[in-house]
């Protein structure tokens, strides 16, 4: 994290996500591994797109909360950015930031969410 963005919450996988119950479906031994076993599995470029739009979604929501008194919380922008600057450290998928900044601001005016 740079010192220009503020702390990011940890928005990790759900332990009941879509993604396991689909995982187990596809493949009961692909999820032994990764879910029981705990063998890493590099997310695909959609799932990386998905990890970095949640966490703009999980400080946009943090803020609508109340938490916007928590001065070093990171923006949802500056989270999308610095999240999307992880991601393609860890998995090298090249995430365009300022793309999914563009699909929150139209989610967020989509569903009047302010």
Do not use: N, W
Not at 16 to 28: D, N, Q, V
Not at 92 to 110: A, G, N, Q, S, V
């Amino acid at each position: 994290m740079t010192d220009t963005v503020g702390r990011l919450i940890d928005t990790g996988q759900s332990p009941a996500g879509g993604s396991r119950i689909a995982t187990f479906r596809a493949c009961p031994f692909s999820f032994a591994l990764s879910y029981r076993m705990g063998v890493p599995d590099l997310p695909s470029f959609d799932q990386a797109e998905g990890t970095v739009l949640h966490a703009g979604l999980g400080h946009h929501y943090a803020r609508r909360r109340g938490a916007s008194v928590d001065a070093d919380l990171a923006s949802p922008e500056d989270a999308i950015r610095e999240t999307a600057r992880i991601v393609l450290a860890e998995s090298r998928h090249r995430i365009d930031p300022e793309k999914i900044i563009r699909t929150l601001h139209r989610y967020i005016e989509h569903y009047r969410i302010v």
